[in-house]
């Protein structure tokens, strides 16, 4: 109840009034039956503008620090996230990608959306990166179409290292879903898990009209800040020899 109470009372008219998002395609998500939503990863603010644009309600998992930090502030917070559709996950341990896999299956057997970001986290410069293997796992091991989502502008109202940015519309775009049941039983295949993952990812590129990098994310947030100290150190050393 308290995922409707936010999305039609609290907070979700609030969020349409000062942003007004728009949709495009929305018939391409079913009106019943599970789905699996997959997702381009600008902002901490896509979990709320893709789920404000459909009448589904939509279960992401997130960061088990979310729903353990102590204090009031830790209450209301867990009982934020939660109530919100997300479902907590610890991501530190060598089993998060199965307990991750587990909780996906759980929402899609009751007939839900499941929303995932194939990158595995946020863009920190607006591109579009390889995408993990988990969504074509999960996509195989249950068997539901996979629907490839852009949204789009909410790096804009949320800029990576930001709280806020500036108020603009942002937009979701929703593509045709893929059925991948030509590979049933090919799980364990990587191959047949990269092919799949690819193909997604190669759609949504073409919906959100983001340039594609064939590098994880993370690495290239690793390699983005090495370059940046490299060059802050190259400053300083310059600044000090004159």
């Known amino acids: ?10 907070l979700g008219p609030i969020l349409r009034v000062i942003f007004r998002p728009t949709a495009q395609d ?11 939503l ?29 729903f ?14 939660r109530g919100s559709g997300q479902i907590p996950i610890d991501r530190s341990g060598a089993n998060a990608a199965e307990g ?15 929303g995932i970001y194939p990158e595995g986290t946020r863009s920190h410069d607006g591109r579009l990166y390889r995408g993990k293997t988990g969504v074509a796992r999960l996509a195989l091991e249950t068997g539901v179409p996979v629907i490839p989502v852009a949204v789009i502008g909410t790096d804009v109202v949320a800029p990576p290292g930001k709280k806020f940015g500036r108020i603009i519309r942002p937009a979701v775009r929703y593509g045709k879903p893929l059925d991948f049941s030509r590979y049933e039983g090919m799980e364990n295949d990587r191959y047949i898990l990269r092919s799949v993952t690819d193909e997604i990812m190669y759609e949504i590129m073409r919906l959100s009209g983001q340039e594609y990098v064939d590098l994880y994310a993370a690495r290239a947030k690793e390699e983005s800040k090495r370059l940046e100290k490299d060059a802050k150190a190259a400053e300083g050393e310059t600044k000090k020899a004159s």
């Open 1 to 10: 109840m308290f995922y409707w109470f936010l999305k039609f009372i609290a």
């Open 26 to 36: 929305l018939d391409n998500v079913p009106e019943t039956g599970p789905a699996i």
């Open 38 to 66: 997959a997702s381009n990863h600008l902002s901490y603010a896509d979990w709320l503008f893709m789920p404000l644009t459909l009448s589904r309600r939509v279960s992401f998992v997130a960061k088990a620090e979310y």
């Open 68 to 81: 353990n930090s102590p204090g009031l502030k830790g209450w209301f917070q867990k009982h934020f996230f």
């Open 100 to 114: 991750a896999l587990l909780s996906a299956k759980q929402v899609l057997a009751r007939g839900e959306l499941f």
